[in-house]
């Protein structure tokens, strides 16, 4: 996750807490909808990465067993 993902999240959570504040329902749910994908995509993206590097990192040893 980069930095523009978390200034993200931090202004979709900003707004989120502006439309429970001003008890605007519409803006509310719409504001909730988009703090969701928002944390979703960066999760998905997080394990992603995550899981790329443990199997560079895994067929790493198995390259090496096989010599």
């Known amino acids: ?5 978390i200034e993200s999240i931090l202004l979709a959570n900003w707004y989120f807490i502006n439309c429970i504040k001003n008890n605007d329902e ?3 749910e719409t504001a909730k909808r988009y ?14 990465t995550q899981t790329t590097k443990a199997y ?6 198995r390259v090496k067993g096989l010599q």
């Open 1 to 5: 996750m980069n930095n523009s993902d």
């Open 26 to 28: 519409k803006c509310k």
């Open 35 to 48: 703090l969701t994908m928002k944390i979703n995509k960066a999760l998905v993206e997080r394990g992603k």
């Open 56 to 61: 560079s990192f895994l067929n790493y040893f």
